[in-house]
């Protein structure tokens, strides 16, 4: 199997919850069938519960789950801030007198980018959250410059959110690689909506992911979960 490859991508959404976390393991998935050694990051996570007993973030568990490389058992090293409060993390640091420090969030991914075959950095919230220090995802994004796959959550009001974030994510230089329809609720006119998208966005459509039954959806996603959404995409070519 290939090794260090540096092969990666950040996967933005067209806002939170959209399912950024569940494409993000997906991805991580698809690319275990290709490089041995993967895992997941994230620059920061707001939120935590007991997830089996044990104070935990639902994002880190997933990512944790999907990723291969050892690395992954020490939760701390997929993601140098982990914040309480569900909230703006921004916010949340301030309210905790917590500094988020820009260059820990990149030095935490350049050195699994470093050990890894492949990598998969899901991003917070949509593509401009403001960290600290004036900085911001977008320019986490642009750091790292990993090719961007955007998940677009499919719902009233997904096309406008869609179509900015494009723009953003182009005019920071980066490729996008493809976008992920991710159908998180019922919608009026899904396929009409999804076409739509497909004939304005000028990147692949990398797959539909249907709404997901209860069990499925439930966070942190089960092997079972992610396996099902991979079903449903496939890797930037
Ligand atoms: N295809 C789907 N079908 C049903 N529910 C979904 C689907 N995708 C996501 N969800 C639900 O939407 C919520 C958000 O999903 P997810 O955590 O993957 O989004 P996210 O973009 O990573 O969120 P965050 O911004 O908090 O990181 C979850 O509760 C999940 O169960
Ligand atoms: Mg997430």
Redesign the pocket.
């Known amino acids: 199997m290939p090794s260090n490859q540096n092969v990666g991508f950040f ?1 933005t ?1 067209t ?11 997906a991805l991580l998935l698809l690319l275990q069938k290709k490089y041995s050694q993967v895992i997941g990051y ?1 620059p920061v ?3 935590i519960s007991l997830i089996d007993g044990e104070p935990q973030n ?2 880190l568990v ?1 990512l944790a789950l999907a990723s291969t490389h050892e690395a992954a058992k020490d939760i701390s090293n997929i993601c140098p801030y982990i914040l309480e409060t ?1 909230s703006a993390p921004h916010l949340v640091a301030k309210k905790n007198g917590i500094a988020l420090n820009y260059d820990k969030m990149l030095d935490g991914y350049q050195v699994l980018a470093k050990q890894v075959d492949a990598v998969v950095v ?5 593509f401009k959250v403001p960290f600290h220090q004036n900085k911001d995802s977008a320019d986490f994004a642009k750091d790292i410059g990993l090719p961007v796959i955007l ?1 677009v ?1 499919m719902r009233l009001g997904c096309i406008n959110h869609a179509l900015l974030t494009v723009e953003a994510v182009l005019g920071r230089g980066l490729t996008l690689a493809g976008w992920v329809a ?4 019922p919608m009026n006119l899904l396929d009409e909506n999804i076409q739509s998208l497909q004939q304005l966005i000028k990147a692949p459509l990398l797959g539909t ?6 069990e ?4 942190p ?1 089960t092997k079972l979960a992610l396996e099902t ?1 991979v079903s449903y995409i496939r890797l930037p070519d």
């Not at 992911?209 to 209860?214: S, V």
């Not at 499925?216 to 966070?219: C, M, Q």
């Open positions: 996967v959404g806002d939170t919850e959209v399912g950024k976390t569940l494409v993000s393991g994230k996570v707001a939120g639902e994002d997933t569900p899901e991003g917070v919230g949509g998940v959550g991710n159908t998180i609720g992911i249907p709404h997901l039954n209860q499925l959806a439930k966070t996603y959404a």
